[in-house]
């Protein structure tokens, strides 16, 4: 079950930019492999040329989905096309054990002028599959791409969501040993997401997959590791989480500052800690530094959490007006234990948000003040929507140190 499925050893790929030069670029390749030389030659550019792929390498066994992300144009297609076959690399080797499934583009590997099932037929015969094999799974695939009523149609009546289910259903029924996804569940709708997901934790059961995507929830949902491209160099191969945060930053820069929102009660807010990582079922520990000018009563306090700017879950306690919480003028460090947390795997971002006795003025707000990698459970596990329950009890230990702590 762990046997290696993919080794990739420093490929690099180069292109032309120039469609004359390319084709004379290819006509002298053609000529120097007939002569027994490498395809590729020594690795030195031509005018015009560029590497679209540098020495990138990996290893992949079976039962492992590896992440392939990066910004358009970053080699990730190139790398899947290699990996399929479909190009030579011109420098570096690739090894790759069993039969290869693959979805890299809409519609790629279709007739458009045959019926749907006439290309199941023609896409399974490629793999190697006997008409009696072809048999046996079509009535699968046609029941898991859900267009039965249109099966019988040419594909290039077919629009692109019904390109990926037919797409996607042969390429994952087909028993690869190796999947390869390009950037393909971004078309489908929500609830054939889900069962492309359910369909991916099965297939990795016995083969190794390899998922192209722009979507953090999607690769942090399914993948064991990344690989981080940047014009066509491995710039990370590693965990997931780690990929996802520099591919966010070579997107978007360093983290923005967080929103505070607070009335004229508080002078100052700052975080004091937060993890970068925690388990799932884990607990999250918050500490902020408070500075209040005159006393305020604590009555209503929630701790949000967002995926991708969409709500995720929420943890709330109301301290009722016998227990709403009186705090001084001064500085205070007010601590939160929130959870158990029972997220699936992936980066949220953390609000705080604290309200007067009423529950209706605010006092302070302080939007996406952390950002917490949550490690998840098994591969395809899926967020736990339910708000945390709280008690909440009061430290004065130290007579400028007030410690709110909320736990379960």
């Not at 030069?21 to 390749?29: A, R």
């Not at 607070?262 to 500490?287: C, N």
């Not at 209040?292 to 995926?307: A, C, E, N």
């Amino acid at each position: 079950m762990n046997d290696m499925l993919i080794k990739a050893e420093g490929v690099s790929k180069r292109f032309c930019r120039s469609l004359k030069k390319s084709l004379w670029y290819g006509t002298q390749d053609l000529c120097s492999e007939i002569a027994g030389r490498r395809h590729g030659g020594h690795g030195q550019l031509r005018e015009d040329e560029f590497w679209a792929l540098q020495d990138v390498g990996f290893e992949l066994r079976r039962g492992e989905c590896l992440g392939l992300i990066g910004r358009n144009g970053a080699g990730k297609t190139t790398l899947l096309r290699l990996l399929n076959g479909l190009i030579r690399p011109d420098r570096g080797r690739i090894e790759i054990r069993g039969r290869v499934g693959a979805l890299i583009a809409l519609g790629a590997g279709f007739n458009p002028i045959l019926t749907g099932r006439e290309n199941i037929h023609v896409n399974a015969s490629v793999l190697g599959l006997s008409r009696h094999e072809i048999d046996r799974k079509l009535d699968g695939i046609i029941d898991f791409s859900e267009i039965g009523d249109f099966i019988d149609t040419p594909v290039q009546n077919y629009s692109s969501g019904m390109q990926l289910r037919l797409g996607f259903a042969v390429a994952s029924a087909l028993e690869p040993d190796v999947l390869l996804l390009d950037e393909v569940l971004a078309v489908g709708d929500a609830g054939f997401r889900t069962k492309c997901f359910k369909r991916i934790g099965e297939v990795l059961q016995n083969a190794a997959v390899i998922f192209v995507s722009h979507s953090e929830a999607q690769v942090s949902r399914i993948c064991d590791s990344t690989l981080l491209l940047e014009s066509g160099v491995a710039k990370h191969h590693g965990s997931t989480s780690d990929g996802l945060r520099l591919y966010r930053e070579s997107q978007q820069g360093p983290a923005p500052p967080p929103r505070i929102v607070a009335d004229a009660s508080v002078s100052a807010l700052e975080l004091h800690h937060v993890p970068e990582s925690m388990p799932w079922g884990g607990m999250l520990e918050i500490e902020l530094a408070v500075k209040i000018s005159r006393p305020i009563m604590l009555g209503l306090i929630f701790v949000h959490f967002s995926r991708d700017g969409e709500y995720q879950a929420n943890a709330e306690v109301r301290l009722e007006s016998g227990g709403a919480m009186q705090l001084g003028d001064g500085n205070h460090i007010l601590t939160f234990s929130v959870g158990p947390v029972h997220l699936g795997r992936g980066r949220y971002q953390v609000s705080v948000s604290i309200f007067d006795a009423s529950g209706k003025t605010t006092i302070f707000q302080a939007l996406d003040i952390a950002s917490v990698d949550v490690v998840g459970p098994a591969t395809g596990g899926v967020p736990h929507l339910v708000p945390i329950a709280f008690q909440v009890r009061q430290d004065v230990a130290s007579p400028v140190r007030t410690r709110l702590t909320l736990d379960t």
